[in-house]
């Protein structure tokens, strides 16, 4: 994903949308990713032009639900 400002609008939805809605700790989440998101675009070459953020995700990590 290209480390530009708007682009930490879809990392926040696509994070609220995994947790569904409803998530008692939705906001947290989606505020985590923004700092996320934006740490990686300041400490890294994806601000600048032809960059790219890669980020790491853990595979088939477990969500807690709401029941």
Known sequence: ?????????????????????????GDDAALLVSELFGNSVRHSQSGTAGGNGHGRGQRGAR???QN
Not at 3 to 18: D, P, Q, S
């Open 1 to 25: 994903m290209a480390g530009r400002a708007e682009r930490a609008r879809v990392t926040r939805a696509f994070a609220v949308g995994v947790l569904g809605p409803g998530y008692p700790y």
């Open 63 to 65: 969500v807690p639900r």
